[in-house]
């Protein structure tokens, strides 16, 4: 069976069922969520979308995203070495096309109708679409598979991508919620002794800051003290490949709607702090955060968020909590699990792309963390 493919630019072009086939198996694929993408993209970011097809039938449909680096800092602090690694990665990296979504952590890359299409004829049709937006779009320093899970290493082993580095930097930290877990107390009381009195120190320390979710008016009113808290801790972060448009969770909200929920803390009345989630079917992805630096360490803002997400995805009845990639040990402290998950990536200079390893772990080097397990 033949199958073929249409790129597009905007979601108002995508087709009709889009939802239908796709959108609803994963909203970060989404009609909706392509509107916010359009609406309020990081600067140095463009997307495409991509419809497959068998016969006239839409049967998958898969997210690119284009990155441009020339203007943009990827390192952030104000180090020597990050100087000199932001000149390493402008010289070998210019651009990078990306099948997967580089706004947040996991497979959120393609969806196709397993009934219609089989894992084996998905890849060779993905590596197509890749080699066509490279040919319709121009060719980039860099391709990328993001972010796949360990069963899919062996869709990947062909000779498709024997010229692609496949590399895992850091796991994905996701919390399974436990059918047991009625209340948030139950949670806490799964911990061990040490956990459970630190859970409970940290939200002795919120004394006096009041928490209240933000909807459509607040977040609009709010989103510059937003984007300031945003930065905090955006710019404190070593690697940066963009940074949200202040208008981003107003976009957000305004498109998924009761989907996208966002939760600001206030201190005396001032917003110095929020964390947003997007409501994906059974499970809950964390996404963007910020809070007042000088405030974080004597209130323990970010433990605080964490152990709200958790029970807010109790008190909903999800299945899992996907907290994402970065700072693994403290979410590790409040029960979430390392899952492995690995890309591909490919420079387009063949004499670079034989040293593409070594380039990639120096500029990455793996993070040296310790798994907590607070559970009895």
């Not at 390192?75 to 990050?82: A, I, S």
């Amino acid at each position: 069976m033949s199958y073929t493919f249409k790129k597009y630019k905007f979601s108002s072009e995508i087709p009709n069922d889009w939802n239908d086939v796709i959108g609803q198996h994963n909203i970060m694929l989404s009609k909706e969520y392509f509107e916010t993408l359009e609406t309020s993209c990081p600067k140095n970011m463009e997307c495409f979308y991509v419809g497959f097809f068998s016969a006239d039938e839409l049967i998958g449909g898969a997210l690119f995203q284009y990155l441009n680096f020339i203007q943009h800092k990827t390192f952030q602090r104000d180090e020597v070495l990050c100087d000199v690694k932001n000149f390493i990665a402008k010289k070998f990296s210019k651009n990078v096309m990306i099948l997967g979504n580089n706004m947040l952590t996991g497979q959120n890359g393609f969806y196709f109708d397993a009934s219609k299409i089989t894992i084996d004829q998905v890849i060779p049709l993905l590596d197509e679409a890749v080699r066509e937006m490279q040919k319709q779009e121009g060719k980039t320093s860099l391709i990328i598979y993001k972010d796949y899970q360990a069963s899919f290493i062996k869709y990947f082993q062909g000779k498709n991508h024997r010229s692609f580095f496949r590399f895992s930097v850091q796991p994905n930290m996701i919390l399974r919620v436990k059918e047991n877990w009625l209340t948030f107390e139950d949670y806490l009381n799964a911990f061990s002794t040490k956990y459970r009195t630190r859970a409970k120190s940290a939200k002795k320390k919120r004394d006096g800051i009041l928490k209240s979710e933000m909807h459509f008016d607040e977040i609009k009113k709010h989103q510059k003290e937003m984007n300031i808290l945003y930065q905090n801790v955006a710019e404190n972060a070593t690697f940066n490949t963009f940074f949200l448009t202040e208008n981003h969770f107003e976009s957000m909200k305004k498109s998924l709607k009761e989907n996208f929920r966002v939760f600001g803390y206030y201190l005396d009345e001032k917003l110095i702090g929020f964390y947003t989630l997007v409501l994906n079917n059974k499970d809950i992805d964390t996404y963007f955060l910020g809070y007042d630096k000088e405030l974080q360490k004597e209130k323990q803002i970010y433990l605080n968020m964490l152990l709200d997400m958790v029970e807010f995805g109790i008190n909903e009845k999800f299945s899992r909590i996907i907290f994402g990639r970065t700072a693994l040990e403290i979410k590790s402290t409040i029960g979430a699990k390392p899952v492995e998950i690995f890309g591909l990536i490919k420079h387009s200079n063949l004499l670079i792309n034989q040293f593409i390893e070594r380039i990639f772990t120096s500029l990455n080097p793996a993070i040296e963390w310790i798994q907590r397990k607070p559970f009895k």
